[in-house]
């Protein structure tokens, strides 16, 4: 059965994505983070590990490290940029509209701001967890704090 | 590349991915089916369909034949002494997990050495590592070579009087390689252990003779070899499988029940409890047939001339690829994992799908395997009958396009 509206191959790569993949953002990991939390796909061997430093409930620096496919990396280094300045409770709303938007739901475009490139993976049903994955990783690391 | 004119038996063929002709290039983990097993498994439900072992009527007869010539068909097709040496299961992880249980549990003792290997399935792994956690047996590995093929050189230290279980892969899932199986299923047998053979990827694509081998135990499974999904086999030794206990219970497998008690049938109904897989078990004997026409060696043959194109087509690609596992084809078959620097396999087999390209990516249930190739996933295609020189051609197609694509993040 084939999907009722195929996919195209730019939609699920785009620019962007691509961008984040071949030179990522806030690549490293922090000296005395606040947290510090690793998360992996045991599906596909994918890897985040998050440092952030946390300054008066707002995420004031934020570095990832880690190994995976593209999708995966870039996801983590625009989380990196999109979250850097952000209150925790932005940050809570922010992960649970990422969410949705993976899920299918139409997103709020203001909010998601740059991660709206990641919407095309939400037609991949195995690649979502790659896109989640930075996600999961920083909700456990909050929530540990 | 001589052709095997099969393709054309195949249904799923025609089918286009993305507007792009099929390139099944996953016969490793399923293979597909040719319309004959297909049209088989129909008919059997339009015309015989009636539970087996049971009734004195027309429909049950049938379909008991059915299922008990199939397991003719199996004996004969591994040169089996006879066909109550056949057990049908669900598939090889089940094949292997019953002699776990059923075998493990009534001679295994705390202490017992299990010897197997890190290019093992984890359906060849996780039933020992239960063993041993239940009864504290202790799993041993034989080494592997940088070339993907076992260290055999301290076997006879490995064997112990110690070891009471020698499992390995007839040929690895990830690898290709074929071992030396017949040399070590000797020592083990002198050793006095039980020779058991993940034969998932050995059936299906290699001659297989269990007498010749001297195997104690053979375990396969019919989806990987043209037939249907839901039919494993556990060939065994006469002996050994009339002393092992029964595995599950249930109707089938017993003679007379008592409230207190129950005796069992003989092996292979012994181990078969309640209501068997019938349909797709009459399926598979034609999927055996099918197989016979052509001839186990035919089918070697052809792997081994098709993965020699496909290694020497990826060796010209102008990238750092590596390729996993033996290049000699003698002890090589029709599998092909690889890594592409600096695109993960993910985004490979992504990219190749969009041009109808079928392959693996991931760690094919061989995860202690990836950690000694360091890595953590490849790449992985697979050939059987029905693949030919077009399909290697658009697969490296597929791949040169991919490496471009990614290109800036691999270099
Ligand atoms: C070497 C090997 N062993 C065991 C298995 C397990 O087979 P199944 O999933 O049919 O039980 C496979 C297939 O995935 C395999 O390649």
Same mark, same amino acid.
């Given at each position: 059965?084939?999907?009722?509206?195929?996919? $195209?191959?730019?939609?699920?790569?785009?620019?962007?994505?691509?961008?984040?993949?071949?030179?990522?953002?806030?690549?490293?990991?922090?000296?005395?983070?606040?947290?510090?939390?690793?998360?992996?796909?045991?599906?596909?061997?994918?890897?985040?590990?998050?440092?952030?430093?946390?300054? !008066?409930?707002?995420?004031?620096?934020?570095?990832?490290?880690?190994?995976?496919?593209?999708?995966?990396?870039?996801?983590?280094?625009?989380?990196?940029?999109?979250?850097?300045?952000?209150?925790? +409770?932005?940050?809570?709303?922010?992960?649970?509209?990422?969410?949705?938007?993976?899920?299918?739901?139409?997103?709020?475009?203001?909010?998601?701001?740059?991660?709206?490139?990641?919407?095309?993976?939400?037609?991949?049903?195995?690649?979502?967890?790659?896109?989640?994955?930075?996600?999961?990783?920083?909700?456990?690391?909050?929530?540990?704090? | 590349?001589?052709?095997?004119?099969?393709?054309?038996?195949?249904?799923?063929?025609?089918?286009?991915?993305?507007?792009?002709?099929?390139?099944?290039?996953?016969?490793?983990?399923?293979?597909?089916?040719?319309?004959?097993?297909?049209?088989?498994?129909?008919?059997?439900?339009?015309?015989?369909?009636?539970?087996?072992?049971?009734?004195?009527?027309?429909?049950?007869?049938?379909?008991?034949? /059915?299922? #008990? +010539?199939?397991?003719?068909?199996?004996?004969?097709?591994?040169?089996?002494?006879?066909? #109550?040496?056949?057990?049908?299961?669900?598939?090889?992880?089940?094949?292997?997990?019953?002699?776990?249980?059923?075998?493990?549990?009534?001679?295994?003792?705390?202490?017992?050495?299990?010897?197997?290997?890190?290019?093992?399935?984890?359906?060849?792994?996780?039933?020992?590592?239960?063993?041993?956690?239940?009864?504290?047996?202790?799993?041993?590995?034989?080494?592997?070579?940088?070339?993907?093929?076992?260290?055999?050189?301290?076997?006879?230290?490995?064997?112990?009087?110690?070891?009471?279980?020698?499992?390995?892969?007839?040929?690895?899932?990830?690898?290709?390689?074929?071992?030396?199986?017949?040399?070590?299923?000797?020592?083990?047998? $002198?050793?006095?252990?039980?020779?058991?053979?993940?034969?998932?990827?050995?059936?299906?694509?290699?001659?297989?003779?269990?007498?010749?081998?001297?195997?104690?135990?053979? /375990?396969?499974?019919?989806?990987?070899?043209?037939?249907?999904?839901?039919?494993?086999?556990?060939?065994? $030794?006469?002996?050994?499988?009339?002393?092992?206990?029964?595995?599950?219970?249930?109707?089938?497998?017993?003679?007379?029940?008592?409230?207190?008690?129950?005796?069992?049938?003989?092996?292979?109904?012994?181990?078969?409890?309640? +209501?068997?897989?019938?349909?797709?078990?009459?399926?598979?004997?034609?999927?055996?047939?099918?197989?016979?026409?052509?001839?186990?060696?035919?089918?070697?043959?052809?792997?081994?001339?098709?993965?020699?194109?496909?290694?020497?087509?990826?060796?010209?690609?102008?990238?750092?690829?590596?390729?996993?596992?033996?290049?000699?084809?003698?002890?090589?078959?029709?599998?092909?994992?690889?890594?592409?620097?600096?695109?993960?396999?993910? !985004?490979?087999?992504?990219?190749?799908?969009?041009?109808?390209?079928?392959?693996?990516?991931?760690?094919?249930?061989?995860?202690?395997?990836?950690?000694?190739?360091?890595?953590?996933?490849?790449?992985?295609?697979?050939?059987?009958?029905?693949?030919?020189? #077009?399909?290697?051609?658009?697969?490296?197609?597929?791949?040169?396009?991919?490496? #471009?694509?990614?290109?800036?993040?691999?270099?």
């Amino acid at each position: 059965m084939m999907p009722q509206d195929e996919p $195209k191959f730019d939609e699920l790569y785009r620019e962007l994505i691509l961008d984040h993949y071949r030179y990522p953002h806030n690549r490293g990991v922090l000296e005395k983070p606040d947290v510090d939390m690793q998360q992996h796909n045991p599906v596909c061997g994918d890897e985040i590990r998050l440092t952030a430093i946390i300054e !008066d409930g707002t995420i004031s620096q934020i570095e990832f490290m880690g190994q995976g496919c593209s999708i995966s990396q870039a996801s983590a280094s625009m989380l990196t940029d999109r979250v850097t300045g952000l209150e925790l +409770t932005d940050v809570d709303a922010l992960s649970v509209e990422f969410r949705n938007m993976l899920r299918g739901d139409d997103p709020d475009e203001q909010m998601m701001q740059d991660l709206m490139a990641l919407q095309g993976v939400s037609k991949y049903p195995v690649r979502v967890k790659c896109a989640v994955l930075a996600w999961d990783t920083l909700q456990k690391a909050l929530k540990l704090k | 590349m001589k052709d095997m004119s099969v393709r054309s038996d195949f249904p799923i063929m025609d089918r286009l991915i993305h507007d792009k002709p099929l390139t099944y290039l996953d016969s490793a983990a399923t293979s597909q089916k040719p319309a004959v097993v297909i049209d088989a498994l129909a008919d059997f439900y339009r015309n015989n369909n009636a539970n087996v072992h049971r009734g004195i009527y027309t429909l049950s007869e049938e379909s008991t034949l /059915a299922y #008990e +010539t199939a397991r003719v068909k199996v004996a004969n097709f591994i040169n089996a002494g006879s066909e #109550e040496q056949i057990i049908f299961t669900r598939n090889t992880t089940e094949s292997l997990n019953l002699i776990a249980y059923a075998w493990g549990r009534d001679n295994i003792k705390e202490g017992d050495e299990i010897l197997i290997t890190p290019m093992e399935h984890h359906s060849n792994m996780i039933p020992w590592m239960l063993l041993c956690k239940e009864i504290g047996c202790k799993l041993k590995y034989i080494s592997i070579n940088e070339d993907g093929t076992l260290d055999l050189s301290n076997l006879d230290e490995l064997i112990s009087e110690n070891t009471k279980i020698v499992s390995l892969t007839h040929m690895s899932n990830v690898l290709g390689t074929i071992n030396p199986i017949k040399q070590i299923i000797e020592k083990a047998n $002198k050793a006095g252990a039980l020779s058991v053979i993940d034969g998932a990827q050995g059936a299906p694509h290699l001659p297989v003779d269990v007498i010749d081998l001297d195997v104690d135990l053979y /375990a396969f499974s019919a989806h990987k070899m043209l037939g249907p999904t839901g039919v494993g086999v556990l060939y065994g $030794k006469e002996k050994i499988l009339s002393a092992m206990s029964p595995f599950l219970g249930g109707g089938e497998m017993i003679d007379e029940v008592y409230e207190d008690r129950f005796t069992t049938k003989e092996a292979p109904w012994k181990f078969e409890a309640g +209501t068997p897989n019938f349909a797709d078990v009459a399926a598979f004997g034609v999927a055996i047939d099918y197989l016979d026409d052509i001839g186990m060696d035919n089918v070697r043959q052809h792997e081994i001339d098709i993965t020699q194109y496909a290694l020497d087509q990826v060796r010209k690609i102008d990238r750092d690829i590596t390729v996993f596992g033996p290049k000699n084809l003698d002890i090589r078959g029709g599998v092909l994992a690889f890594d592409f620097p600096g695109v993960h396999p993910h !985004d490979v087999a992504q990219m190749m799908d969009w041009d109808g390209v079928q392959i693996r990516a991931g760690h094919h249930c061989a995860q202690p395997l990836m950690r000694r190739l360091g890595v953590s996933a490849t790449a992985r295609a697979s050939f059987y009958i029905y693949n030919n020189q #077009e399909d290697v051609d658009r697969f490296i197609d597929s791949l040169k396009k991919g490496g #471009e694509f990614f290109g800036d993040a691999s270099r």
